[in-house]
């Protein structure tokens, strides 16, 4: 399995994956995930927001064990992230085939769609949507660098978008969900486990600075005559990392866009994006808070404007105590519990399902790059972990 998705949206030059979503290498991807489902005699369905499943057992039963991530990446990203807990949900069912297992609860092997967010800007769309968190009017609102709507690109890729929004029957259906991932850290490296259980997703955004100067010749333009945004951006990127720092959280600037972007023009508008994450929602407020003052104190000395949009927010999500503590007591009870920075669909669903997650050990700690790795002997720890979570929690 992994060796067959390995090449899929692999970019020559950079060796990262450009699994977009409603692209053609998401349409491979989904290709792949539904040829794996029919492998297995799964029943195979699209739901309204996109997101695949394969089922085992009468998917309208209730109560069902349901597992699985998603499959795009970031730009350039690595070839674990999201992929890693498909991978494992599919080769986790054949070892409970292979270990003669009675299920007695429905089991659904699932692929959420867009969970990076990386072609409109908005992560865990397909999650969001099912659970209520993003309405179709504000998806019908979302667009991609080139000014292509989420609506024309579910079309174009052969999804009818009228059908998009929430999808309560469906999440009524679901007992539990369990997502494996690679670990996004070095958290189970240091400590010398192959497997951990999330415990909480620290709280965390997206922000997006636009600030607005003047175009000018750059060559011909004094210093002291200019109103140039990509100073203002680029004082307001050291504050984030200051801010940041002394509030022990987290703050990047990782995206950005210049008009005209001409390399002897000054620019007319920098537009650049933040992501921010704290262990705690009062300092992510105070980071957040702390980068837009020191951006509007820049900007007023360079005769910049400035606007901050935040585009989205997830608050801290503590996993259900309950079914952490039951995954725990299946693995048997020594299995370190770990928090993370990183937001996942499992987190999204938790307001409406109870969701735990498992992580496996990354020894590099690297993660949204071509660097990103887990040891195929961790791997394989983490679908026998997955599988006896099932097996505990479906076949009893």
Same mark, same amino acid.
């Given at each position: 399995?992994?060796?067959?998705?390995?090449?899929?949206?692999?970019?020559?030059?950079?060796?990262?994956?450009?699994?977009?979503?409603?692209?053609?290498?998401?349409?491979?991807?989904?290709?792949?995930?539904?040829?794996?489902?029919?492998?297995?005699?799964?029943?195979?369905?699209?739901?309204?927001?996109?997101?695949?499943?394969?089922?085992?057992?009468?998917?309208?039963?209730?109560?069902?064990?349901?597992?699985?991530?998603?499959?795009?990446?970031?730009?350039?990203?690595?070839?674990?992230?999201?992929?890693?807990?498909?991978?494992?949900?599919?080769?986790?069912?054949?070892?409970?085939?292979?270990?003669?297992?009675?299920?007695?609860?429905?089991?659904?092997?699932?692929?959420?769609?867009?969970?990076?967010?990386?072609?409109?800007?908005?992560?865990?769309?397909?999650?969001?949507?099912?659970?209520?968190?993003?309405?179709?009017?504000?998806?019908?609102?979302?667009?991609?660098?080139?000014?292509?709507?989420?609506?024309?690109?579910?079309?174009?890729?052969?999804?009818?978008?009228?059908?998009?929004?929430?999808?309560?029957?469906?999440?009524?259906?679901?007992?539990?969900?369990?997502e494996l991932h690679v670990e996004q850290g070095r958290a189970l490296d240091l400590s010398g486990d192959r497997v951990g259980i999330a415990s909480?997703?620290?709280?965390?955004?997206?922000?997006?600075?636009?600030?607005?100067?003047?175009?000018?010749?750059?060559?011909?333009?004094?210093?002291?005559?200019?109103?140039?945004?990509?100073?203002?951006?680029?004082?307001?990127?050291?504050?984030?990392?200051?801010?940041?720092?002394?509030?022990?959280?987290?703050?990047?600037?990782?995206?950005?866009?210049?008009? #005209?972007? !001409? +390399?002897?023009?000054? %620019?007319?508008?920098?537009? @650049?994006?933040? $992501?921010?994450? *704290?262990?705690?929602?009062?300092?992510?407020?105070?980071?957040?808070?702390?980068?837009?003052?020191?951006?509007?104190?820049?900007?007023?000395?360079?005769?910049?404007?400035?606007?901050?949009?935040?585009?989205?927010?997830?608050?801290?999500?503590?996993?259900?105590?309950?079914?952490?503590?039951?995954?725990?007591?299946?693995?048997?009870?020594?299995?370190?519990?770990?928090?993370?920075g990183a937001g996942h669909d499992a987190g999204i669903l938790s307001g409406s399902i109870p969701t735990a997650m498992l992580f496996v050990r990354? #020894?590099? !700690? +690297?993660?949204?790059? %071509?660097?990103?790795?887990? @040891?195929?002997? $961790?791997?394989? *720890?983490?679908?026998?972990?997955?599988?006896?979570?099932?097996?505990?929690?479906?076949?009893?």
């Amino acid at each position: 399995m992994w060796r067959d998705l390995l090449p899929v949206g692999r970019h020559a030059g950079s060796g990262g994956y450009r699994r977009y979503a409603w692209t053609a290498a998401d349409a491979d991807c989904r290709a792949w995930f539904k040829a794996q489902a029919g492998a297995r005699g799964l029943t195979y369905e699209v739901d309204r927001n996109g997101n695949q499943w394969a089922w085992l057992g009468d998917p309208l039963a209730g109560n069902a064990v349901v597992t699985g991530s998603h499959l795009d990446s970031v730009p350039d990203g690595g070839a674990f992230d999201g992929p890693l807990g498909v991978v494992s949900s599919f080769a986790a069912l054949d070892e409970l085939r292979h270990r003669g297992a009675q299920f007695t609860r429905p089991l659904a092997l699932t692929n959420f769609g867009d969970e990076e967010g990386a072609r409109f800007g908005l992560a865990c769309v397909g999650s969001r949507l099912t659970a209520g968190q993003l309405t179709p009017e504000k998806a019908y609102e979302l667009r991609d660098g080139d000014g292509v709507s989420l609506p024309q690109a579910m079309e174009r890729a052969g999804h009818d978008p009228a059908a998009i929004g929430p999808d309560p029957e469906r999440l009524a259906r679901i007992g539990a969900f369990v997502e494996l991932h690679v670990e996004q850290g070095r958290a189970l490296d240091l400590s010398g486990d192959r497997v951990g259980i999330a415990s909480a997703i620290w709280p965390h955004g997206r922000w997006r600075f636009d600030f607005h100067g003047e175009a000018n010749h750059a060559g011909t333009t004094r210093l002291e005559d200019r109103r140039d945004p990509m100073l203002t951006y680029a004082e307001t990127v050291i504050a984030a990392r200051r801010e940041a720092r002394l509030a022990g959280a987290l703050a990047t600037f990782g995206k950005i866009s210049v008009e #005209p972007n !001409g +390399v002897n023009a000054i %620019p007319s508008l920098v537009r @650049g994006w933040l $992501d921010s994450r *704290a262990a705690d929602e009062s300092t992510l407020d105070t980071v957040v808070a702390g980068i837009e003052k020191a951006a509007m104190e820049h900007a007023e000395r360079d005769g910049v404007d400035v606007r901050v949009t935040r585009e989205s927010f997830t608050p801290v999500i503590e996993f259900e105590h309950a079914l952490r503590d039951e995954l725990n007591r299946i693995l048997g009870g020594r299995i370190p519990v770990l928090g993370t920075g990183a937001g996942h669909d499992a987190g999204i669903l938790s307001g409406s399902i109870p969701t735990a997650m498992l992580f496996v050990r990354n #020894p590099t !700690g +690297v993660s949204h790059s %071509p660097a990103e790795f887990a @040891g195929e002997d $961790d791997c394989v *720890a983490g679908v026998l972990a997955l599988a006896d979570v099932l097996e505990g929690l479906a076949c009893r």
